[in-house]
């Protein structure tokens, strides 16, 4: 039972590169999340996803942008790097989107931008 | 605005001591509460969660939670710590609306010391 995977695991970029993270889960929940982890920051939302064929912005959605696939598969896309992306990312899916709700987390993406 | 506090960044426990991790909240109506746990290099798992009802709640791995409303609080316990319980423990908030489910703390990191 994999729940949510996350690729790649690790990413060195250059400033002003592309990348789009993958996440897919197998759970066949609605809602999927995009967040990031900085040290002393905890984790912050980027961009989600409330079902297939929407997306919305988070509370730092600035320099990212995301793509529902379909169900399964919601990814992030970096158009242009920045040191100040370099972060831990993680991706979360939840069966609604709700604050009752409890969310599944992938293990994350270190990305480093040079 | 929603929020949440951990007011320790950092705690160092000797194994087989009891454990509690300090959250408090901000938040307008009945909160929905989490917290949760992630290893190093891993993503996060829930360890418990509290809607309503009995305010103590019981979670996963020997852990316990009491809801207290006069103080905002979602004190995280454990009577016995055993090593594997190093971590960085997160504490959040269901703010109620889609897109931002959840509102995490900055974390609590646990030593645990032999």
């Known amino acids: 039972n994999a729940g949510v995977t996350q690729t790649p695991k690790f990413q060195v970029l250059k400033t002003g590169q592309s990348m789009t993270l993958q996440c897919a889960q197998d759970?066949?929940?609605?809602?999927m999340y995009w967040y990031r982890q900085d040290p002393g920051m905890g984790l912050r939302l980027i961009y989600y996803?409330?079902?297939?064929?929407?997306?919305d912005k988070g509370e730092v959605p600035n320099g990212y942008n995301v793509s529902r696939l379909n169900k399964r598969e919601f990814s992030l896309r970096l158009e242009s790097a920045a040191p100040s992306q370099t972060s831990v990312y993680f991706c979360?899916?939840?069966?609604?989107?709700?604050?009752?709700?409890?969310?599944?987390f992938g293990d994350g993406t270190r990305l480093s931008i040079l | 605005a929603q929020s949440v506090t951990q007011p320790d960044i950092h705690i160092t426990v000797s194994e087989g001591a009891s454990l509690e991790l300090r959250c408090n909240y901000s938040?307008?109506?009945?909160?929905?509460l989490f917290w949760y746990v992630q290893s190093p290099g891993q993503g996060l798992q829930l360890l418990l969660k509290y809607f309503s009802g009995d305010t103590l709640v019981q979670g996963i791995k020997g852990f316990e939670a009491e809801f207290k409303r006069s103080q905002s609080s979602f004190n995280l316990r454990k009577p016995s710590v055993h090593w594997s319980d190093a971590a960085e423990y997160f504490c959040a908030v269901g703010a109620g609306q889609a897109g931002t489910a959840l509102i995490f703390g900055k974390g609590t990191t646990l030593s645990v010391s032999s």
């Open positions: 938040y307008g109506a009945t909160p929905y």
């Open positions: 979360a899916s939840s069966e609604l989107t709700g604050a009752h709700l409890p969310q599944h």
């Open positions: 759970m066949n929940h609605n809602s």
């Open positions: 996803s409330a079902s297939e064929g929407t997306t």
